[in-house]
Nanobody, 122 residues
């Protein structure tokens, strides 16, 4: 059974940093693109960033470019999201997921973790 466990969220002030982790178990996804999504209150869950299997290619939503960095450690079956210069509008629940194939995450497998809450105060 595949499990995705996100961690590292918390309550921070604007301008602070956080590092999120997502540990996958019950499967090996070293050949898949993986992605971070986020869902703000009352809004849809949207893709934030993705990273191909070897970590060579990444994608970022415009709102987080130059502030967030996605990375992965295939040996640990874990992906990370380093978030710098956090803003109140980054407040959301952050989720990771596994994508179909090894290119941009246009389709994903039906796995979600429980998410990790990030709250940024002004």
């Amino acid at each position: 059974q595949v499990q995705l466990v996100e961690s590292g969220g918390g309550l921070v002030q604007a301008g602070d940093s956080l590092r999120l982790s997502c540990a996958a178990s019950g499967g090996t996804f070293s050949s898949n693109t993986m992605a971070w999504f986020r869902q703000a209150p009352g809004k849809e869950r949207n893709i934030l960033a993705d990273i191909t299997s070897g970590g060579v290619s990444t994608y970022y939503q415009d709102s987080v470019k130059d502030r967030f960095t996605i990375s992965r450690d295939n040996a640990k079956n874990t992906i990370y999201l380093q978030m710098n210069s956090l803003k109140p509008e980054d407040t959301a629940v952050y989720y990771c997921t596994v994508c179909v194939g090894n290119s941009r995450c246009r389709l994903r497998l039906d796995y979600w973790g429980q998410g990790t809450q990030v709250t940024v105060s002004s």
